[in-house]
């Protein structure tokens, strides 16, 4: 079964780290570029960050550039996100999801939880 | 606020068809595909529309959609109660080197 599953999230002051992880199955993980998209409680859904399937080829949203980094290990079968100087605005379930060759999310985890209390 | 703009909200009562709209402009929408994603509350997003107007396999063919310059459209035939959910279109902004997503179409079944 192709499968993303994200942990990590949790409870952190502001101004603190945490790292997330998203471990993939059910396909060859190394073919894909992947992103995170969040989505603060009652609102929309943001992209986060973009990395492209070798990691040559990184994108930030402006709202977390210089705070956060993507990174990814394909012989693990994993994808990270790594966030620094964290702030109440960045509190949201973080989803980690496959890009396909049209752009489009095809697969998406279930979701972390990251609240950032001021 | 989103550089793609969607209806806030959307209704219509079973049977009927429904159409809400993604509106950009020539950096995002006119240069890149449009992608569409259907998000029961509590649950991940689902893929539901891809390039434009494409249907992953086990979408339904009540879903379709459609792109023209500067704006996309959803449209959904046969509406059914299992369809109340949050809409969103999604497409590359080239100017912002990013993924956009619009603010999301909220849909209710009367």
């Known amino acids: 079964e192709v499968q993303l599953v994200?942990?990590?999230g949790g409870l952190?002051?502001?101004?603190?780290?945490?790292?997330l992880s998203c471990e993939a199955s059910g396909f060859t993980f190394s073919n894909y570029e992947?992103?995170?998209?969040?989505?603060?409680?009652?609102?929309?859904?943001?992209?986060?960050?973009?990395?492209?399937?070798?990691?040559?080829?990184?994108?930030?949203?402006?709202?977390?550039?210089?705070?956060?980094?993507?990174?990814?290990?394909?012989?693990?079968?994993?994808?990270?996100?790594?966030?620094?100087?964290l702030r109440a605005e960045d509190t949201a379930v973080y989803y980690c999801a496959r890009r396909d060759q049209f752009d489009g999310f095809?697969?998406?985890?279930?979701?972390?939880?990251?609240?950032?209390?001021? | 606020q989103s550089v793609v703009t969607q209806p806030p909200s959307a209704s219509g009562t079973p049977g009927q068809r429904?159409?809400?709209?993604?509106?950009?402009?020539?950096?995002?929408?006119?240069?890149?595909?449009?992608?569409?994603?259907?998000?029961?509350?509590?649950?991940?997003?689902?893929?539901?529309?891809?390039?434009?107007?494409?249907?992953?396999?086990?979408?339904?063919?009540?879903?379709?959609?459609?792109?023209?310059?500067?704006?996309a459209s959803l449209a959904i035939s046969g509406l059914q109660s299992e369809d109340e959910a949050d809409y969103y279109c999604a497409t590359w902004d080239d100017s912002l080197n990013a993924m956009v997503f619009g603010g999301g179409t909220q849909l209710t079944v009367l």
């Open chain 1, 6 to 8: 994200e942990s990590g």
């Open chain 1, 12 to 19: 952190v002051q502001s101004g603190g780290s945490l790292r």
């Open chain 1, 34 to 85: 992947m992103n995170w998209v969040r989505q603060a409680p009652g609102k929309g859904l943001e992209w986060v960050s973009h990395i492209s399937s070798s990691g040559s080829g990184i994108y930030y949203a402006d709202s977390v550039k210089g705070r956060f980094t993507i990174s990814r290990d394909n012989a693990k079968k994993s994808l990270y996100m790594q966030m620094n100087s």
């Open chain 1, 106 to 118: 095809d697969i998406w985890g279930q979701g972390t939880m990251v609240t950032v209390s001021s």
């Open chain 2, 18 to 71: 429904v159409t809400m709209s993604c509106s950009g402009s020539s950096s995002n929408i006119g240069s890149n595909n449009v992608n569409w994603y259907q998000q029961v509350p509590g649950e991940a997003p689902k893929l539901l529309i891809y390039k434009n107007d494409q249907r992953p396999s086990g979408v339904p063919d009540r879903f379709s959609g459609s792109k023209s310059g500067t704006s």
